[in-house]
């Protein structure tokens, strides 16, 4: 999950939370404000009606208590928040919600008065109380654009790193700020100059190292044609032979850390036809291909057909009875021939030099070729040994 993600899911849960907690804040200054009301009302009610029969009495508790005496009462909206009947009547303590008023209803005999108040500290409380609650999740929101503005630059960060990581040595940040991921982004484009000349020497120098390398190895391969000892003559091609072959394989595992992939995107099928027609196959009967369920790779055919082409190879180098087994499946190919446990762990073999009998052919470098190539594309590699067969299989 994103960093941006995750800041998304923080606000909404701290914007809940706030919001949550301003109702309940707000519910409770309602109820202790209508007991407050209650209250106060509760005492002008039992002064009216001891008074009841003094007209100037009454009309001086309505100046001292803001009220005023209406005859005509809309219902709507209006609730009760306390009620009580007397031997002469009732009383009622009403209030209108949206208004934050309250209405006073003495019922006295066959007499009915109704007196209606505003509470306006209690209103400017709420007010008050509502502003500042708005204002923090207004804060909470200016916050939040903030920070997102401020790691906005890491999108372009990602994005320029993982096109360097794919090949792209000329990418560089173009960020220009004064804070720490400014000066990330400085660091960045300094190291990636460093390593793009690091590479590009590298490669001279591999292309130098393997025109040094092949030019004595085709040398000698036209001078051992004039010697005239057969056996030693044999001997000498096989010497050259495997130094050529050494070098190519050192070259092309040296590559595949500074190579740009060419991606393209092809079927399963296609990669086994493209890796068994670089192999020198003398007998095809020794391969057996099935194919369940063909399905679309995208990847570097060349460097992938290579690796394929080491795992069949190794699978018919050390195959004690053939076929071997090509097989094909949703998003995976495995190849499988009968032979011998591996005596070490599978994850020896995947280093260069390492291979399981001294006395065959090769120099153990195929399976580290397949772990690069494989680790370049993020396939994995998985070893398994059952009923006599060693299975290798790709996960795409």
Do not use: C
Not at 4 to 14: D, E, Q
Not at 147 to 176: Q, V
């Amino acid at each position: 999950m994103s960093i941006f993600k995750k800041l998304t899911i923080l606000f909404i849960i701290s914007f809940i939370l706030m919001t949550i907690i301003g109702l309940w804040i707000d519910n409770i200054n309602l109820k202790r404000v209508d007991n407050f009301a209650k209250e106060k009302y509760l005492k002008v009610v039992d002064d009216i009606l001891k008074n009841i029969e003094n007209k100037n009495y009454i009309n001086s508790l309505m100046i001292k208590n803001d009220l005023e005496q209406v005859t005509v009462l809309n219902k709507n909206g209006l609730e009760t928040i306390y009620t009580q009947d007397s031997t002469f009547g009732n009383i009622s303590i009403l209030k209108y919600k949206s208004l934050n008023s309250y209405i006073l209803k003495i019922k006295y005999l066959d007499e009915e008065y109704i007196f209606k108040a505003l509470e306006q500290e209690s209103l400017s409380d709420k007010t008050i109380l509502n502003i500042l609650v708005f204002l923090d999740i207004f804060a909470l929101l200016l916050m939040f654009l903030f920070i997102i503005k401020i790691l906005s630059p890491l999108k372009t960060i990602t994005k320029e790193i993982k096109a360097f990581s794919n090949g792209n040595l000329s990418t560089r940040i173009d960020i220009k700020s004064n804070d720490e991921i400014g000066t990330l982004a400085n660091s960045f484009n300094l190291m990636a100059s460093s390593l793009e000349e690091s590479i590009k020497t590298r490669e001279e120098l591999l292309r130098d190292i393997g025109h040094e390398l092949r030019t004595p190895i085709t040398k000698g391969k036209f001078a051992i044609e004039n010697i005239d000892d057969f056996s030693q003559k044999e001997l000498l091609k096989k010497i050259f032979y495997d130094l050529e072959r050494l070098t190519n394989e050192l070259i092309e595992l040296e590559k595949l850390n500074i190579s740009k992939l060419n991606l393209t995107i092809f079927s399963a099928e296609t990669l086994i036809l493209d890796s068994l027609g670089k192999l020198y196959l003398e007998d095809e009967r020794k391969i057996d291909i099935k194919i369940s369920e063909d399905f679309k790779i995208e990847a570097d055919l060349y460097y992938l057909s290579i690796a394929l082409k080491n795992l069949i190879d190794n699978a018919l180098k050390y195959s004690t009875y053939f076929p071997i087994i090509i097989e094909v499946s949703k998003n995976e190919i495995s190849i499988s021939n009968r032979g011998d446990k591996l005596v070490k762990d599978f994850e020896h073999y995947l280093k260069p030099f390492t291979q399981e009998l001294a006395q065959r052919d090769g120099f153990g470098l195929g399976l580290s070729i397949v772990k690069k190539v494989l680790d370049r594309h993020n396939f994995r590699l998985l070893y398994s040994f059952e009923k006599g067969f060693n299975t290798f299989k790709i996960l795409f």
